[in-house]
């Protein structure tokens, strides 16, 4: 019989999440993980895989569990409301006391070399993927009368997904949410008419 597992694999990998979110991909090592998580290489290799396999463990984890606030925002019935819900969503994610400041998307990636290409890669991926979920909303939103006449749905969710990519970089720099929903408030003034 083999060895039973000395540690708890949801623990370790809630650990790991918060140790790319708060240093990114490149920035943290192998003994930043197993230091953090607790565990040996080995079991790391055996358990998660390589740092890259790890990583992408982490960011679906982020996407389930941190990311509920937006698939909860696409359901309200208006679009202004939607983009409200989102924006403040991130901006609340990204400066809880709960949390690393910041996102993982944005942290994860912000700055990689050619090594982490394939990092870099699907953290765009996952960022297009939110940003076209956003769209569609936008463009059902359209369909139902309840969008600008002026405005492309498309080009609307690529403006609030810049917005929070900027709260992001803002709250990882130190902004707190007070500062990051003036932010907001400034850009939903700017909802086409």
Wanted: with cysteine.
């Amino acid at each position: 019989m083999g060895r039973p597992r000395e540690f708890d694999v949801d623990e370790a990998l809630q650990t790991a999440m918060e140790l790319f979110w708060r240093k990114g991909y490149e920035g943290t090592s192998l003994t930043d993980l197993t230091e953090g998580m607790g565990i040996t290489r080995p079991s790391l290799y055996g358990f998660f895989g390589n740092k890259e396999e790890l990583f992408l463990k982490a960011l679906d984890r982020y996407e389930q569990n941190q990311m509920v606030f937006f698939r909860e925002a696409l359901e309200d019935p208006k679009a202004r409301s939607v983009a409200e819900r989102v924006l403040k969503g991130y901006a609340d994610l990204q400066t809880s006391e709960c949390n690393p400041n910041g996102c993982l998307g944005i942290n994860g990636a912000l700055a990689c070399s050619e090594a982490a290409a394939e990092i870099q890669k699907c953290l765009i991926e996952s960022r297009r993927r939110v940003e076209q979920a956003l769209a569609d909303r936008f463009e059902r939103a359209d369909r139902e009368g309840d969008f600008p006449d002026a405005c492309s749905p498309i080009d609307l969710a690529r403006y609030i997904m810049t917005v929070t990519q900027g709260t992001a970089v803002q709250a990882a720099s130190g902004a707190d949410r007070a500062a990051l929903y003036k932010v907001i408030d400034m850009a939903l003034q700017c909802w086409p008419k």
